[in-house]
């Protein structure tokens, strides 16, 4: 699944206006909240990346990722704890992942063609350790489980588009991320539709605010705020 980078408030994500109508939830149903939608972002990357040697977006930035890893230095989190990347993509991030040392990863994503290419991807890197596996985070299978970090950047937004009922969609993937998240486990989610107040209030059910990570500020008509919103959830 995709976003926008930082500082751009997300432009294939954010879908708070714009054309159609908002659910009860302010947001407009859209196609970027579909499986559809990413089936074909990914097999246009993988034809791209085989033609080019392109790898595509880089979710959020550079920086999103490399604010994700600084924090996990800082808390001391082991080279070899187990960590869950939701919705991998093109599976850049976990490359970062592996150049930084980490060594039980995994990314899952429901497109087989997000698959496909994040396997051509870190194997161009001479990665083998990394795990990759094509599932749905709303109807997972049972492997998946005892995780002592998970990751999301933009996934979390684009459930929140599904024009099939994103509410429980929404419901769903909280209840999904406690069964794989250990207890005292984390949950590092990066968000640009979603600000820290509305992510508190989605993920009061068994987890608490650990910390808030910073984030690009932008000025309009004299006030100030965040165009993302990093933030960091433990599993209680």
């Given at each position: ?9 997300g ?6 206006s ?45 920086e ?23 919705g ?29 290419l994040?396997?051509?991807i ?23 489980s005892?995780f ?48 820290k ?35 960091v959830?433990?599993?209680?």
């Open positions: 699944m995709s976003a926008g980078a930082d500082g751009s408030g432009p294939e994500v954010a879908a708070r714009g054309e159609g109508s908002p659910g009860e939830d302010g947001f407009v149903p859209s196609a970027l909240g579909t499986r559809e939608h990413w089936d074909a972002v990914y097999e246009r990357e993988l034809r791209t990346f085989q033609e080019y040697g392109d790898t595509g977006e880089v979710w959020f930035g550079e999103s990722m490399n604010r994700l890893i600084r924090w996990m230095q800082k808390r001391k989190v082991p080279l070899d704890a187990s960590v869950l990347d939701i991998t993509g093109n599976g850049v991030f976990l490359v970062e992942l592996a150049k930084f040392g980490f060594s039980n990863i995994t990314g899952i994503d429901y497109s087989p063609s997000a698959i496909q994040s396997g051509i870190t194997e161009k890197e001479g990665l083998s350790n990394i795990k990759l596996k094509v599932e749905d985070f709303l109807n997972l299978s049972t492997q998946l005892g002592h970090i998970c990751i999301d950047k933009g996934t979390f937004d684009a459930i929140s588009l599904n024009p099939d009922n994103a509410i429980e969609k929404r419901k769903q993937y909280v209840k999904s991320l406690s069964r794989v998240l250990k207890v005292k486990g984390f949950f590092l989610i990066t968000s640009c539709n979603w600000t107040e509305e992510l508190l209030n989605e993920f009061s059910e068994g987890f608490e605010l650990f910390e808030e990570l910073p984030t690009p500020k932008f000025s309009f008509g004299g006030r100030s705020g965040n165009s993302v919103a990093a933030l959830f433990q599993k209680m």
